[in-house]
């Protein structure tokens, strides 16, 4: 996403920014932090609902919002997502005490623009407020690095952790072949074949070879 010019940003500050969560001290907190910030309008509301009907009147540019309320669980998620859907170009800046990475990645995912810990200094809100006004993504360097791990993580499959030489094997397999006519066609030995059928039957979590052709069926399927 593009960054506001100067001019744009200049005039955000005159726009409300609304901040939602159910604790003063951190109302309190932000407020301060925006109103350094240059920020003339601060709207606040402490519940799921009333940040929802406050943010459908004010229309704000920008919210700080938590993403847990008493009583509510993880609601803050859910009201990301209906706000954005009222208005895709709002930018939500998450003020957090949940420091695990599926969370930190669920709010991303739901539209967040920035995500900052509440035991981090007051300065790196207004670091991150600045980078979200701009219209960049915030993200702590560690955080940063956890959740692209995570999504690392989750595009890994299981057939993408077998060698080349099993990948090989394991698409003969596929094709209807036996362990001999595998070892002939790929210059290897019986042994090896029967090895890296035993090494891919433990990596895929499968327990006899009419489980593992099953899934050396199944891939060449997706991939054909």
Same mark, same amino acid.
């Given at each position: 996403?593009?960054?506001?010019? *100067?001019?744009? $940003? ?5 726009? *409300? ?5 159910? !604790? &003063?001290?951190? /109302? ?9 910030? %240059?920020?003339? =309008? ?17 229309? *704000? &540019? ?5 993403? =847990? ?16 859907? $009222?208005?895709? @170009? $709002?930018?939500? /800046?998450?003020?957090?005490? !949940?420091?695990? &990475? ?17 035991? !981090? ?13 701009? %219209? ?8 940063? =690095? ?17 060698? &080349? ?7 003969? +397999?596929?094709?209807? @072949? ?12 019986? @042994? =090896? ?9 433990? @990596?895929?979590?499968?327990?006899? +070879?009419?489980?593992?052709? !099953? ?10």
């Amino acid at each position: 996403m593009n960054a506001l010019s *100067p001019k744009a $940003v200049i005039a955000s500050t005159r726009l *409300p920014v609304l901040v939602i969560d159910d !604790h &003063p001290i951190v /109302l309190q907190g932000c407020r301060r932090v925006l109103e350094d910030a %240059g920020v003339e =309008t601060v709207a606040e509301a402490t519940s799921v609902v009333a940040g929802y009907r406050a943010f459908h009147r004010l229309r *704000p &540019p920008i919210v700080i919002c938590d993403l =847990t309320f008493q009583g509510s669980g993880l609601a803050g998620l859910g009201l990301i997502r209906r706000m954005r859907a $009222v208005e895709p @170009k $709002v930018r939500v /800046l998450v003020f957090s005490m !949940h420091n695990d &990475p599926v969370i930190v990645a669920r709010a991303l995912e739901a539209g967040a623009l920035g995500y900052v810990l509440k035991d !981090h200094a007051s300065a790196e809100l207004y670091d991150a407020f600045e980078r979200v006004r701009a %219209g960049e993504v915030y993200l702590d360097r560690r955080l940063a =690095t956890e959740v692209a791990m995570l999504r690392a993580d989750a595009r890994r499959t299981p057939e993408s952790q077998l060698t &080349p030489r099993e990948q090989q094997i394991l698409a003969r +397999l596929a094709q209807g @072949k036996s362990y001999g006519a595998i070892a002939s066609d790929l210059s290897v030995s019986y @042994k =090896t074949v029967t090895n890296a059928c035993s090494q891919m039957r433990q @990596k895929l979590g499968v327990r006899t +070879l009419a489980e593992l052709i !099953h899934v050396a069926v199944t891939q060449a399927q997706r991939q054909g």
